[in-house]
């Protein structure tokens, strides 16, 4: 019976629920076209029933390539609800790097976003291995138009048949440290994180969410919060700031996602001073590092929404620095990638995964119920990342005495010169802090005498 009490919800199931509860307001929206909660529900329905009728097995991986298309994020949740996993092809990657993406995922369903990816995605069919099927969203000279074939067959009903412990998604690493690593998720580890986004990152109620950055990485796990508010999804295809700006001021959006030379370039445009931002209650930025120079003029100019997130493929979201703490009368704390969210118990350990003191560097390592599982078919480097019962980022900082994380580097990034330990980050955190500095990158170059040298590239 406690089984049965206490079911654990599946991604799928969150999303069903969601979209049941403001049947008549828009989901999606995108330049010539919208999607209310009902059509988007029947969306998900249809496309279902299409890959039901494959007779693929439970844990079957599914990999898409698009951009930013409603219909392609409703065939996410239909492949979810029918006990597949996804895994996101980043739009900007090589042939290459998606092939070995493919295979290594060993994915026997392919969905292309034919419109905008049709000759990439003609190669990809042709040269991955293993694949069983092969779907496209629009016509193409490859393929089965899925479009097509659900405006054919008519309506059906969405159904769950996925369980927690199943394999809700593989999304693959950055490849800082080499090789891209896919890492596991099953809908367990999966379903929380939107409710510890909604905890922490300050969502604006009834979110009209605009995302430019790709669905398939970090600017997609906000939609479901946005849905789960009753919001509405704004959808452009790509980074155009002259799109960007016309649509926050035409659609009211209040909440959005930049990486920081997004936010770079939305402050040298000249649209920016006409255009009508007041609408805007929230800007997350994150993924690298952004000049705290840069971040006090889009505080003056955009307003005090900014807030930065900290988190990885491995767990995501882990910290927040919210919009309270961007005082440009406390820069000091620009340079923070901010606190522990709720739902992570995170630590500062050293080498031999100990505590360090306040102010010491060492790794950030996390405890959460949102941490991947494993990394898919690499045993030694899962036991090595989750080694003691903690996730290891691999991402060295230190901690302040009220809680505030300062990543100072990449572990494998440190630069030894001359014996010490100089960490690139804390150099240039500095030299982008002057005015005259757009960014810059500090490397180790080899040394005779210092065994490596401390070079700074700056633009």
């Known amino acids: 019976m406690a089984d049965v009490l206490n079911t654990f919800p599946t991604l799928g199931r969150q999303t069903l629920r969601a979209l049941a509860r403001y049947p008549d307001r828009v989901a999606f929206s995108w330049p010539g076209g919208s999607l209310t909660y009902r059509g988007a529900t029947d969306m998900i329905g249809r496309l279902q029933s299409v890959f039901m009728r494959l007779g693929a097995e439970p844990g079957t991986k599914v990999a898409l390539l698009t951009a930013n298309r ?17 895994s996101w092809l980043h739009p ?50 490859y393929g089965v138009d899925l479009l097509q074939v659900i405006d054919t067959d008519g309506s059906a009903t969405a159904r769950d048949f996925a369980v927690a412990d199943d394999v809700a998604v593989l999304n693959y690493t950055g490849g800082t440290t080499g090789k891209s690593k896919g890492a596991l998720r099953r809908h367990r580890e ?18 009209s969410y605009l995302t430019v950055a790709p669905i398939s990485h970090v600017a997609g796990t906000k939609v479901l919060p946005t849905l789960m508010r009753g919001g509405t999804v704004h959808m452009l295809k790509g980074f155009d700031p002259d799109a960007v700006l016309r649509t ?12 920081p030379t997004m936010i770079y370039v939305l402050l040298d445009q000249p649209a920016l001073a006409t255009t009508d931002l007041s609408s805007l209650d929230l800007v997350l930025y994150g993924a690298s590092p952004m000049s705290p120079s840069r971040l006090v003029e889009g505080i003056e100019r955009i307003g005090p929404v900014f807030s930065q997130l900290y988190g990885q493929t491995e767990c995501y979201p882990v910290s927040v620095l919210r919009k309270s703490d961007h005082d440009v009368k406390q820069p000091e704390l620009f340079l923070s990638c901010g606190f522990p969210i709720a ?19 060492g790794e950030i390592c996390v405890r959460a119920p949102h941490v991947m599982l494993e990394y898919w078919k690499r045993p030694e480097q899962t036991a090595e990342t989750l080694k003691n019962g903690w996730l290891h980022t691999g991402d060295i900082a230190r901690k302040d005495e009220r809680g505030y994380m300062f990543i100072l580097d990449r572990k494998k990034d440190m630069i030894v010169s001359g014996g010490f330990n100089i960490f690139p980050r804390e150099i240039e955190d500095v030299l982008t802090g002057h005015a005259d500095v757009a960014m810059c990158a500090v490397v180790g170059i080899p040394d005779d005498k210092w065994g490596e040298a401390v070079t700074a590239i700056v633009v």
């Open 70 to 86: 409603a219909e392609t994020w409703c065939a996410g949740v239909a492949a979810q609800l029918s006990r597949f996993a996804i």
């Open 343 to 361: 739902m992570c118990d995170v630590r500062i350990l050293d080498d031999d995964d100990q505590e360090v003191a306040p102010g010491e560097a």
């Open 92 to 141: 900007l990657g090589s042939l290459q790097d998606q092939i070995d993406q493919i295979d290594d995922s060993e994915a026997q369903i392919l969905v292309i976003d034919a419109d905008n990816f049709g000759p990439r995605g003609g190669e990809l069919a042709a040269k991955a291995q293993g694949l069983r099927q092969v779907f496209t969203l629009g016509r193409a000279d």
């Open 190 to 207: 999966t379903a929380g994180f939107a409710n510890a986004i909604l905890a922490d990152f300050e969502i604006p109620d009834r979110p």
């Open 248 to 259: 926050i001021e035409r659609e009211r959006i209040n909440f959005t996602l930049f990486v």
